[in-house]
T-cell receptor, first 114, second 114 residues
Framework: AQSVSQHNHHVILSEAASLELGCNYS??????LFWYVQYPGQHLQLLLK??????LVKGIKGFEAEFIKSKFSFNLRKPSVQWSDTAEYFC????????????FGKGTHLIIQP | AAGVIQSPRHLIKEKRETATLKCYPI?????VYWYQQGPGQDPQFLIS???????DKGSIPDRFSAQQFSDYHSELNMSSLELGDSALYFC?????????????FGPGTRLTVL
């Protein structure tokens, strides 16, 4: 079974600070990796995804993530955060099957102070 | 662009009652996933369907069942409801094939069991 670990459950930053959220997964086979964002009271929205190819992937709203296979990591980054980035961030993985469900991490609650 | 539609958006039930949640996929999507998100928790995968057949099974209780119909919409049937079933239930849909692993989430149904 696969599992996802997010290192920080709560992060508080000031606007314009740089962000890095850690994500590690445990699964030895082929995986697809995702970061989802959930704004207060809203549904999950895909920020970015990695299926194959360039391990540095760019997503929406200035977010990017780097897949490091040797470290089983897929950390999310943003060089300069905004107040509107306040949300819950979930890292997720699937095992590459046709219609497999996603395994989510516990999430990181990010608060950006103006 | 059309999104995933879930109904109802809110549902209040008593213990031991039954509930039916519905999910209408994005047009041409043929895969449906169901997730349960408890308060302050990460989404937990319940079950998925591809082309009307069950594809993957997660932590779905025996009291719950689901199916996908010929028009690709799906229903999650929940019986003998318990207080612990109170949660946000998300449906996600996708298109098997090249983009098999990208899931688009609906707004969720908030179920409260009293």
């Amino acid at each position: 079974a696969q599992s996802v670990s997010q290192h920080n459950h709560h992060v508080i930053l000031s606007e314009a600070a740089s962000l890095e959220l850690g994500c590690n997964y445990s699964y030895g086979g082929t995986v697809n990796l995702f970061w989802y964002v959930q704004y207060p009271g809203q549904h999950l929205q895909l920020l970015l995804k990695y299926f194959s190819g360039d391990p540095l992937v760019k997503g929406i709203k200035g977010f990017e993530a780097e897949f490091i296979k040797s470290k089983f990591s897929f950390n999310l980054r943003k060089p300069s955060v905004q107040w509107s980035d306040t949300a819950e961030y979930f890292c997720a993985v699937d095992s590459g099957g046709g219609a497999d469900g996603l395994t989510f991490g516990k999430g990181t609650h990010l608060i950006i102070q103006p | 662009a059309a999104g995933v539609i879930q109904s109802p958006r809110h549902l209040i039930k008593e213990k031991r009652e039954t509930a039916t949640l519905k999910c209408y996929p994005i047009p041409r999507h043929d895969t449906v996933y169901w997730y349960q998100q408890g308060p302050g928790q990460d989404p937990q995968f319940l079950i998925s369907f591809y082309e009307k057949m069950q594809s993957d099974k997660g932590s779905i209780p025996d009291r719950f069942s689901a199916q996908q119909f010929s028009d690709y919409h799906s229903e999650l049937n929940m019986s003998s409801l318990e207080l612990g079933d109170s949660a946000l239930y998300f449906c996600a849909t996708g298109l098997a094939g090249v983009r098999a692993h990208e899931q688009f989430f609906g707004p969720g149904t908030r179920l409260t069991v009293l």
